[in-house]
């Protein structure tokens, strides 16, 4: 590559190289541009100073006309609409408050329409909706607990082998998985603090899946099934986690569980074991009135449980008839038992075995 080199030209500020080539680098041996003078330096500062004023005014200027075009003032509106009376009066009404009818909806109660509950059984009928009950009036939180707990003892006996559950442990098992499905739909839908509700739907579907498998008898596909359902329950009762998750597009039908006859079976083993027995005497009444209270609020909330949409017959008068009236007992012998009354307690008690002996002429 060949490189020529030039001197600079006369007022410029340094050397440069001319390459004949691709590219050149600049020669340490050319001879530097002469320095400026004061007065190129006089003329240069006057440029820089016009241009700067120039700048400045055409700012300023802008600035200005913004700030013109934003004042309100001098925006041009349209003008504002006139209208006919006489025109108008057939299409709007004067006070439209003066032509409605009924109470105007209060927006703080929503918009009226119901979301579905996941698992809430779907049946028409006038049977209540467990959104609508207030289970937490019917049974406690420590009912509910101690119940569960007094269920997994019961479970330790049905629950053992594959031989015994097969042979006889089945009919017990599929009693207290019922149960135990049904109080975990109470805890599931209980308003207040409750343990265990957080868990409460997934459990409910395991429970209740082990009820219903539990009818066609105890094959070792069920035992298996409810041997895990009650080591759920033990962890439960530990204050573990369930570990399951819960079906969220479940459409649950109480028709595979069928628990009306299981708890009806649950009601009459109790009733004449406890209920009776321990009203039979003040000496009874008073050594066992927590277990009376817990047996009673249980009675109570099967009652309901019985009424609760899609249920045997919850749609049919004269069966919720029967049911209201063993709840009615049932919180009567709870309310006299906290207040230390027997002979309110007894009454109750009759009160609930009228009811039963009535609706099984009709209904099993």
């Not at 060949?2 to 001319?18: C, D, L, N, Q, T």
């Not at 041996?29 to 100073?49: A, K, N, W």
Request: overall charge neutral; some cysteine.
């Amino acid at each position: 590559m060949k490189v020529r080199r030039f001197a600079p030209r006369e007022g410029s500020e340094v050397g440069h190289v001319k390459v004949d080539g691709a590219f050149g680098v600049p020669d340490p041996q050319i001879v530097p541009s002469p320095p400026r003078t004061v007065g190129m330096e006089i003329r240069s500062l006057l440029s820089r100073t016009r241009l700067l004023s120039i700048l400045a005014v055409l700012s300023i200027g802008g600035i200005t006309f913004g700030l013109k075009a934003d004042d309100p003032a001098s925006k041009r509106r349209a003008k504002a609409p006139s209208f006919d009376p006489q025109r108008v009066s057939t299409t709007f009404f004067s006070d439209v408050f003066s032509v409605l009818q009924g109470e105007r909806p209060k927006l703080s109660e929503g918009s009226g329409s119901a979301s579905k509950t996941p698992g809430a059984p779907t049946s028409g009928g006038s049977a209540s909706a467990a959104g609508s009950v207030v289970w937490d009036d019917l049974i406690s939180p420590t009912s509910l607990e101690d119940e569960v707990k007094s269920l997994k003892l019961a479970l330790n006996q049905s629950v053992t082998t594959p031989t015994q559950f097969r042979s006889r442990g089945y009919r017990s098992a599929r009693r207290e998985f019922t149960l135990l499905n049904m109080l975990f739909w109470i805890i599931e839908h209980y308003r207040g603090d409750v343990r265990w509700k957080n868990d409460a739907t997934a459990v409910r579907q395991k429970f209740g899946s082990v009820a219903g498998n539990s009818k066609a008898g105890g094959n070792e596909q069920t035992y298996a099934q409810a041997k895990q359902a009650k080591e759920l329950l033990d962890r439960l009762i530990r204050g573990e986690r369930a570990g399951v998750e819960p079906d969220k597009d479940e459409e649950i039908s109480w028709e595979p569980v069928s628990p009306r006859r299981p708890l009806m079976q649950w009601l009459e083993k109790r009733f004449e074991a406890n209920l009776k027995a321990w009203t039979s005497s003040d000496k009874e009444f008073q050594s066992n009135s927590e277990e009376l209270l817990r047996e009673a609020e249980l009675v109570a909330a099967i009652a309901q449980f019985f009424m609760e949409e899609g249920m045997d017959d919850a749609d049919d008068e004269e069966y919720r008839a029967f049911c209201e009236s063993m709840k009615a007992g049932a919180l009567a012998v709870a309310s006299a038992t906290k207040n230390g009354d027997l002979a309110g307690a007894q009454s109750g008690v009759g009160e609930i075995s009228k009811a039963c002996s009535n609706c099984h002429e009709s209904y099993r």
